[in-house]
C-alpha cells in the first residue's frame, strides 16, 4: 500500500489487470490467475480502499493453432490472423475469440469474480495503443538492446517491434516491419515465415496505427500497463524467472514507456491431474468443464486454498473433490466459534459476495448466520454413496445423522451437494467412489475365512438383538469390539463387510454403511455369506 500512497491521496484508485488469449477453450488453469487478482481486489474493496478489476479477454493475437476438436480443413485458411478475424465455431457469435470468450466470462462472473471485461482489440482499433506503438518504434534500438542484455534474445538491426495486418491477406504470422518513416512502415508479407501457414507475398508501405498492427508480446505487456495506468499485475511463475518474459516488459516499460511496471504477484499454477496444458490445442480440462463439477464456493475453495507459491493438483478422478467439500466444512465450523486466523480469512475470501464484504465474522454470526451457515453439513463423501443407493430417502437419513429435523438451509445445502455428487458420479469419479448394493451374495463374498464369518455371525447377532436398526456411532462401536472379540484384523473384518454388500473390498465407512441399509435385508445377507 505504501507504493501507492500518492495515488490514493489523490482519490485514484488502485487498478489491478489480468488477462487471458482465448485461442480455444480455456484451461482452468487460468483461473487461478482470475482468483488471485480477484482476491486481491476484494481484499482492498473490503478494507475501503477504491480499486478496479480489468480482464482482458484478448482476441487481437496471433491464431496459430486449431484445436483438434475442431474441423482442421476449414479453419487452416485463418491460420497466421487475428483471433478477431477467424470465424466462430457456432453460430451466434463475431469470431473465433467471442465465442470461447463468451464461456470463460460465464465461469468467472459464476465464481463470484467481477472484474471489468474489455476485449484486446479495443484499445487498438481505438487509437489508444497509438501512442505506446510510435514509441515503441521510435525506441526499437533500445528494445533490440534489452531483448539482447536482459534474456539474450538477438534481434537485426533491421527489426522493428511491430507486427502488421498484412492489408491484402490480413495475416500477422507471416509479416516482417522495417524502415519506420514516423508515419509507416514497410511490410513484407512471406511465403515460408511462418511454418503452418503461408503470406501472400504483398510488399508496400502501412501505417501501424489505428488497429492496422500490433506490438510482439513482451513489449506490449508493458505497453498495456501504461495505456490502462496497471498498478497490480501478476502472472504465472514462468513469466516471471531472470530473463523471462516479466523481466524483459520490466525493463522495456521503466527504459523505453518510462513507467513504473506493476507490482508483481508471480504465482504457482493450477494443475489438472499433474499437468499444466495449452487450451489451444484441445487438451487437458476447459474452466467451464472444472468449474460444473463444483459450487463456486468450493471452486473459489480450489483456487485460493494453496499460497500462491504452491502449485494446487485439481484430480477429478481422485479424493479431490471429496477432500475440498471436508476442506469446506471444516473451515466453515471453525468460522462460527469467531476464530480470527488465516483459516477465517480463507472462509471469508471463498465466500465473499456482495453481502459478505465488509463484514465481521461476528456480524455475521449475529445477523445472517442462517444466510451463510446451515446448520449441519453432510459430508460430501456420504452424500455421494446416498445417492447411488435407490431404496433410500436422502433427506431422510441425513435427518437420522443430523439427529434433528433438517433446516431450509439444510435442504438447500443438501440438494446442492446431492447435484454435484451425481454429476462427478456420472462423469469422473473414481472407481473406490463408486457403489451399487449387491441384490445377489457376490460370489467373491463365498471365499471368506473362518475368522470373516465368525465375525460377521456375531454382528447378525448383535443388529437382531436390536429393537430397530442400531445407529451409526452404535454399529461403529460394535465393529470396534468385534476386532477385540474375534481377533480379526481392521482390514479383514471391513472387507467381509464390504465383500458380502457391495463386492468389492472396500466402500464408505462401514458403521455408518450398514446403519443406513433395511434391517431384514442386512439379516438376510448376513445369513447368506455366513451359512
Aim: proline residues 5%; hydrophobic residues 35%; charged residues 25%.
Amino acid at each position: 500500500m505504501k507504493r501507492f500512497e500518492g495515488e490514493l491521496s489523490n482519490g485514484k484508485p488502485i487498478l489491478i489487470r489480468d488477462e487471458k488469449t482465448v485461442s480455444g477453450r480455456v484451461h482452468v488453469g487460468s483461473m487461478r490467475g482470475v482468483a488471485i487478482h480477484g482476491a486481491v481486489s476484494e481484499a482492498l474493496t473490503k478494507r475501503g480502499v477504491a480499486n478496479n478489476f480489468l480482464y482482458e479477454l484478448n482476441d487481437f493475437d496471433v491464431f496459430d493453432g486449431i484445436p483438434g476438436f475442431l474441423d482442421q480443413e476449414k479453419f487452416a485458411p485463418y491460420l497466421g490472423m487475428l483471433l478477431m478475424h477467424v470465424p466462430s465455431p457456432e453460430e451466434g457469435f463475431e469470431n473465433f475469440a467471442q465465442y470461447y470468450g463468451h464461456e470463460f466470462r460465464a465461469v468467472i462472473e459464476e465464481s463470484g469474480f467481477k472484474p471489468t471485461f474489455y476485449w484486446g482489440s479495443e484499445p487498438y482499433l481505438s487509437g489508444r495503443m497509438d501512442g505506446v506503438i510510435r514509441e515503441a518504434l521510435e525506441g526499437a534500438e533500445a528494445i533490440r538492446r534489452i531483448y539482447k542484455e536482459v534474456s539474450g534474445g538477438e534481434r537485426k538491426d533491421t527489426w522493428l517491434p511491430i507486427n502488421v495486418i498484412c492489408p491484402q491477406c490480413k495475416k500477422v504470422a507471416t509479416t516482417d516491419a522495417t524502415d519506420f518513416d514516423g508515419e509507416t512502415v514497410m511490410v513484407n508479407c512471406y511465403e515460408t515465415k511462418a511454418p503452418y501457414t503461408k503470406g501472400c507475398g504483398f510488399a508496400g508501405r502501412v501505417s501501424p496505427f489505428g488497429g492496422n498492427a500490433k506490438l510482439p508480446w513482451k513489449p506490449e505487456w508493458a505497453a498495456k500497463w501504461k495505456v490502462h495506468g496497471v498498478m497490480v499485475e501478476g502472472a504465472g511463475k514462468d513469466h516471471s524467472t531472470k530473463g523471462g518474459s516479466r523481466d524483459v516488459a520490466n525493463h522495456i516499460s521503466s527504459e523505453v514507456f518510462k513507467y513504473e511496471s506493476p507490482l508483481d504477484v508471480p504465482y504457482e499454477f493450477f494443475l489438472v491431474g499433474g499437468k499444466k496444458m495449452s487450451s489451444s490445442k484441445g487438451m487437458g480440462s476447459s474452466s467451464r468443464e472444472i468449474a460444473d463439477l463444483l459450487p463456486p464456493k468450493i471452486f473459489r475453495l480450489a483456487l485460493l486454498s494453496k499460497d500462491i507459491n504452491q502449485a494446487f493438483n485439481f484430480d477429478p478422478e481422485g479424493d479431490t473433490i471429496p477432500v475440498l467439500f471436508d476442506l469446506y466444512d471444516k473451515l466453515a465450523e471453525g468460522y462460527k466459534t469467531e476464530k480470527e486466523d488465516d483459516y477465517a480469512k480463507l472462509f471469508e475470501c471463498i465466500t465473499s459476495s456482495k453481502e459478505i464484504l465488509g463484514k465481521s465474522s461476528s456480524d455475521l454470526l449475529e445477523d445472517s448466520a442462517r444466510t451463510f451457515f446451515p446448520e449441519f453439513l453432510p459430508r460430501f463423501s456420504q452424500v455421494a454413496f446416498l445417492v447411488q443407493m435407490p431404496h433410500l430417502n436422502l433427506e431422510d437419513e441425513i435427518t437420522k445423522l443430523k439427529g434433528s429435523a433438517l433446516s431450509v438451509d439444510d435442504k438447500k445445502e443438501l440438494a446442492e451437494r446431492a447435484t454435484y455428487a451425481k454429476h462427478w458420479l456420472d462423469t469422473c469419479a473414481p472407481e473406490k467412489f463408486v457403489f451399487k448394493l449387491q441384490e445377489a451374495l457376490p460370489d467373491i463374498a463365498k471365499t471368506l475365512s473362518d475368522v470373516q464369518k465368525n465375525a460377521l455371525r456375531n454382528l447378525k447377532l448383535y443388529i437382531e438383538a436390536a429393537s430397530g436398526m442400531p445407529s451409526g456411532e452404535d454399529m461403529h462401536a460394535k465393529l470396534h469390539s468385534l476386532k477385540e472379540e474375534e481377533k480379526i484384523s481392521p482390514a479383514d473384518l471391513f472387507s467381509a463387510i464390504y465383500f458380502a454388500f457391495l463386492g468389492k473390498g472396500y466402500g464408505p465407512k462401514a458403521g455408518w454403511f450398514i446403519s443406513v441399509l433395511d434391517k431384514s435385508f442386512v439379516l438376510k445377507r448376513l445369513e447368506e455369506v455366513t451359512a
